[in-house]
């Protein structure tokens, strides 16, 4: 069954003529590494119709080399201007608006390199700016450094207020936990909070593939990132039931879809015929 919080042919009309989806990647493309169904259904249909398809998660963890290494094991091989993810996108964002920079960058071994591609000087002392990602090589020492640094007057970099990442075990810290304890230790709130549900990396994609935000759809499972950097956006916003939301959080939320499916087949559905079909 396919629902529509505002049950109107408009609505409809707005998902069909739009050129670009960003889609989130765990609980909306794949689970457990799992394609959900319809996602094959979804993505071929955007090829057929010659629709923009690409990729944006607020994971700061991994390079874009991991995640294309992902999809390739699931048989679903992506270019890597078809993934944006926060703590990649942080780093081009951060030279396009404040130029290369003398950065502490806490993080693990993988985005150091990424951040250095761009331009960026990696060091240990006297930087300019502090940026915290997802850091599974945590340390205390650079949590010790970073919150000293941004005492003296470093800028503050936080690249995806995630406080948690969900895992089979249970919870575990993510970027902004560990930002927390900076801001705690010197007492100083970040600068800037970068990734979804902030509309700035949406905007950079938009700007990339030359797309206006009436002819964006966001697509996700979380209501308070994917939907409501939509709404930030002024872009299209459809909720799938594949991962983390469930149809009864919408009734006290006051973020709000436009669409809400059970699965990208379903989308795939509303696209192609309204799901009459």
């Known amino acids: 069954m396919v629902f529509t919080l505002i049950n109107d042919i408009k609505t409809i009309e707005k998902l069909q003529q739009i050129e670009l989806f960003v889609l989130d990647i765990d609980g909306t493309f794949y689970v457990s590494q799992k394609l959900v169904n319809g996602a094959l ?13 690409v990729f944006l998660t607020n994971n700061s963890n991994k390079s874009k080399k991991e995640y294309l290494q992902e999809f390739n094991a699931l048989n679903y091989p992506i270019k890597e201007n078809e993934i944006y993810t926060a703590g990649i996108a942080a780093a081009e964002y951060i030279k396009n608006k404040f130029g290369t920079k003398r950065i502490f960058l806490v993080a693990t071994p993988s985005m150091i390199e ?11 002392d006297f930087p ?13 020492d650079k949590l010790a450094k970073a919150s000293i640094f941004v005492s003296k007057g470093a800028f503050f970099f936080v690249t995806n207020p995630d406080l948690n990442c969900p895992t089979e075990e249970g919870p575990i810290p993510d970027t902004a936990a560990i930002a927390s304890v900076v801001s705690k230790a010197c007492n100083k709130e970040p600068d800037i909070i970068f990734g979804k549900p902030d509309p700035k990396i949406l905007e950079m994609i938009m700007k990339d593939y030359q797309v206006t935000p009436e002819k964006t759809c966001i697509v996700g499972d ?4 994917d939907i409501l950097i939509g709404i930030n956006a002024g872009t299209l916003s459809t909720l799938v039931l594949t991962g983390e ?3 009864e959080d919408l009734k006290d939320s ?7 499916v059970d699965d990208l087949g379903q989308l795939a559905d509303l696209i192609i015929d309204g799901g009459r079909g």
């Open 41 to 53: 259904k979804f993505s071929n249909l955007l090829k057929r119709q010659n629709k923009k398809l």
């Open 114 to 124: 990424e951040y250095e591609k761009l331009g960026h000087e990696i060091v240990t």
């Open 128 to 140: 300019e700016m502090v940026v915290v990602t997802f850091d599974k090589s945590l340390t205390y």
């Open 222 to 225: 979380r209501l308070y990132t």
């Open 245 to 247: 939301a469930k149809l």
């Open 254 to 260: 006051a973020i709000k879809p436009d669409l809400v």
